[in-house]
């Protein structure tokens, strides 16, 4: 069956530093969306991307989405103390089927 | 426009029982997804619906069951508890589709079940 696959699991980063998450699938997706759980929150929808190779910026956040529409990637510049959190990918399939990553929990030294 | 809420926030029940978690949509939506998280299996989809149908459902075992009104509020059912039961369950709604078709989800703060 499909299987989305995310890393890394944990990033312990000096604030200021940039940071990069990548979810890797085994089958074509229509779209990803990324979302993110502050300590204690629930997901907060971030963006969806749909289209092959598609990048869209979110001030310092950067969203891909690969040529072959099997992975995709979250980089943060310069982070702030405020990032922390996990950053989650939720894959759709042609099948219908949301799967979402295991999650990359982001940790931010002052 | 007021959230997704759930209620009840938190709940301690005993292996064996059963319980039923409530979700309000954002008012609007018409689409209600249910998700379990765990720090294990992390979010894992249990079920979607939407015009009081479900539409589509994840992979987990007939004990956990939901329905949807006609206000498109709804619940969902656990039955014969067990311990790996615990999570956090949260529910989404998004305005109207297939929430697997990519529609924004937005997300309660969610129940958090622990099992004795």
């Known amino acids: 069956g499909q299987q989305v696959m995310q890393i890394p699991q944990y990033q312990h980063v000096q604030e200021g530093e940039d940071f990069t998450t990548y979810c890797n699938s085994s089958t074509t997706l229509s779209n990803i969306q990324w979302y993110k759980q502050r300590p204690g929150g629930h997901p907060v929808f971030l963006i969806q991307?749909?289209?092959?190779?598609e990048v869209k910026k979110q001030k310092r956040l950067t969203f891909q989405f690969g040529e072959a529409k099997k992975n995709s990637s979250l980089h943060i510049t310069a982070t702030q103390t405020t990032d922390v959190g996990t950053y989650f990918c939720?894959?759709?399939?042609?099948?219908?089927?949301?799967?979402f990553g295991s999650g990359t929990r982001l940790s931010i030294r002052p | 426009k007021a959230g997704v809420t759930q209620t009840p926030r938190y709940l301690i029940k005993t292996r064996g029982q059963q319980v039923t978690l409530s979700c309000s949509p954002i008012?609007?939506?018409?689409?209600v997804s249910w998700y379990q998280q765990t720090p294990g299996q992390g979010l894992q989809f249990l079920f979607e619906?939407?015009?009081?149908?479900?539409?589509n459902k994840g992979n987990f075992p007939g004990r956990f069951s939901g329905r949807q009104f006609s206000n498109s509020r709804s619940e969902m059912n656990v039955s014969t508890l067990e311990l790996g039961d615990s999570a956090l369950y949260l529910c989404?709604?998004?305005?109207?589709?297939?929430?697997?078709?990519?529609?924004?989800?937005?997300f309660g703060p969610g129940t958090r079940l622990l099992v004795l």
């Open positions: 989404a709604s998004s305005l109207e589709g297939r929430a697997s078709n990519g529609q924004t989800q937005y």
């Open positions: 939720a894959a759709y399939s042609s099948a219908s089927k949301i799967i």
């Open positions: 008012s609007g939506h018409r689409s």
């Open positions: 991307l749909v289209k092959s190779g």
């Open positions: 619906y939407f015009s009081e149908t479900q539409r």
